[in-house]
């Protein structure tokens, strides 16, 4: 329906059923993947292909780059990182409700480098890309076709790499579970014809708001876990 958020239910559900988190973020990555795949296959006339490109090199380039910052904190607990990226979430969206500014066609380039490389960074460093390239698309006054489309075919691209890296991480047995994400797609296609026809009906401000409130949710639910292991 909004062109992200599939790991925002997926993760939380999959981690209460004891799968560990390299397991869980495999199988996510996979379902995610094959997702924004029929995503952009249904909206592939408004997706802007060049732009997709040159997002889904200057990520996958700094995927790595993030994946060897997590490998030299060593020392720093993943739900630390996590609780700072959530708080940077937050605050954000926060920025962007208060100040509300107005979508622009064009925007300079160093706005998109900047969420190019954010999202490949933190998502190679914690598996959370998708925020800087949300709220990059979103100070776009793009309809919102166009708007899911891009961020559909940024993420489908991507996700190939992200295994690569996840295979590389923990070793080419993490890929079983990439092939048991394969094995859902008829429930994950079946997601998509619900959600499809709800995101081509919404007009772009009110995605918008969907999306802000996606956004934020994910913040939360990267600093609430945290916050209750550290009480503990």
Not at 173 to 201: E, K, R
């Amino acid at each position: 329906a909004a062109g992200f958020g599939f790991a925002l239910f997926a993760t939380p559900m999959l981690l209460w059923l004891g799968l560990p988190l390299q397991n869980v973020v495999t199988l996510v990555a996979t379902c995610s993947m094959l997702q924004a795949a029929i995503g952009a296959g249904k909206l592939r006339e408004m997706i802007p292909w060049r732009l997709v490109g040159t997002t889904t090199i200057v990520r996958i380039i700094f995927m790595a780059v993030g994946l060897f910052v997590l490998k030299r904190l060593a020392g720093l607990h993943i739900a630390q990182v996590r609780l700072v990226i959530g708080v940077i979430i937050c605050l954000l969206v926060a920025l962007q409700l208060l100040c509300r500014p107005q979508p622009a066609a064009h925007l300079a380039w160093y706005w998109g480098a900047l969420a190019y490389i954010g999202s490949g960074l933190l998502g190679g460093i914690c598996g959370m890309g998708g925020p800087p390239l949300v709220l990059w698309a979103m100070a776009h006054d793009w309809p919102s076709k166009k708007m899911r489309g891009f961020l559909f075919g940024a993420f489908a691209a991507t996700g190939p790499a992200q295994l690569l890296f996840l295979s590389i991480s923990f070793g080419p047995a993490i890929l079983w579970h990439a092939a048991c994400g394969c094995a859902l797609l008829p429930m994950v296609y079946l997601g998509s014809l619900v959600g499809m026809p709800i995101g081509n009906s919404l007009n772009a401000e009110r995605l918008r708001w969907i999306a802000y409130a996606i956004l934020a949710a994910i913040g939360i639910s990267a600093i609430v876990p945290a916050l209750l292991g550290a009480g503990k």
